[in-house]
């Protein structure tokens, strides 16, 4: 049986809980499908617009009389791995049941081992929660935490974005998978740990998911990953008069393709370097990157951009 993950981009899931509702209804109908050809499925997503909900929502309560206490973000990456993984576990149950299937569903609240050397902890990028004024971020960067004027509209916190370096519940993944349980894992890119102290402590940083969803395939000896996103295929020369739309290329070309800058930054360049990172680890594995909707045909070789060695 062919074993993949599936990399969940934004649009499988939506902006709000009852959007995300809905969506992954339409999620699990591709999810089932694919189990219907005889996959198995890892399943990993993205989770931009729900921390950040938490996020700005605990910075609200926290302004209130109620005082709430502040949340830290690896704690908000939690909650947000947690709901998103009850949606997607009762959407995909719902769909195996209405077809008549009998099969587990569960969720795996993932911690994402990150080296505290990693380079992009020396220039945090990822802006998180709320917009502040100079002398209110002056205030909190007195405290440790680093804030960016963003575009004219005030100061925001950043934090690093760093590379996976392990998937802490990788065997419990792997013991339920093997089980023929659909596992969904490494959420949001995981809640991003360093080891200190002879323990792992969670730290404020954002991992791509793309890239998390790179290392469990490689970790669990995935056949394919898969990224879903919002376009069907890949294109060099994306939205110009010469846009190509790209089937098939090799690790060597999509290098190329990078150095020639036609992967946007902070949307289709990660999914082409965990593409690569994927597809480089073992003669046969293969990357794709499709939308939701191909995903099947994908897998049948119809659609899609293909990465392979
Ligand atoms: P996700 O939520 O799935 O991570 P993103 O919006 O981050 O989605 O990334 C997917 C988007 O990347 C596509 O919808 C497309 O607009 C954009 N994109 C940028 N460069 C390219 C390219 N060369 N080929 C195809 N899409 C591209
Ligand atoms: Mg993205």
Request: hydrophobic share 40%; with cysteine; aromatic share 6%.
């Amino acid at each position: 049986m062919e074993k993949i993950v599936l990399a969940l981009g934004g649009n499988a899931l939506g902006n709000s809980p009852e959007e995300q509702k809905e969506a992954v209804k339409h999620t699990a109908k591709s999810i089932v499908d694919l189990v219907e050809a005889g996959k198995k499925i890892i399943i990993s997503h993205g989770n931009g617009p729900q921390v950040g909900m938490i996020n700005l929502a605990f910075d609200a309560a926290g302004k209130t009389e109620a005082k709430t206490p502040a949340m830290p973000f690896p704690e908000c990456g939690a909650m947000s791995q947690g709901y998103i993984g009850y949606h997607l576990q009762n959407a995909i149950e719902n769909e195996l049941k209405a077809r008549g299937h009998k099969k587990m569903v569960a969720t795996i609240v993932s911690q994402v081992l990150v080296d505290p050397e990693d380079p992009a902890f020396e220039n945090p990028t990822k802006p998180i929660g709320s917009f502040y004024s100079k002398e209110e971020a002056d205030q909190m960067a007195s405290q440790g935490l680093v804030f960016k004027e963003d575009a004219g509209r005030g100061y925001r916190r950043v934090v690093a974005s760093p590379k996976p370096v392990d998937i802490v519940e990788k065997d419990a993944i792997k013991l339920l998978y093997d089980k023929d349980c659909i596992v969904v894992a490494g959420g949001g890119g995981g809640i991003p740990v360093i080891e200190k102290d002879g323990g792992l402590t969670g730290v404020a940083a954002v991992i791509d998911k793309d890239f998390t969803s790179a290392k469990l395939a490689e970790l669990v000896d995935a056949d394919a990953l898969i990224i879903l996103t919002a376009v069907e295929k890949i294109a060099i020369n994306f939205g110009k008069e010469n846009e190509e739309w790209l089937d098939q290329i090799s690790v060597e070309d999509a290098y190329k393709y990078i150095d020639e800058g036609h992967f946007a930054p902070g949307s289709m360049l990660p999914k082409v370097q965990a593409a690569i990172s994927f597809a480089k680890t073992k003669e046969g594995r293969e990357a794709l990157i499709t939308s939701l909707e191909k995903a099947a045909e994908a897998l049948d070789g119809k659609t899609g951009t293909t990465i392979k060695m």
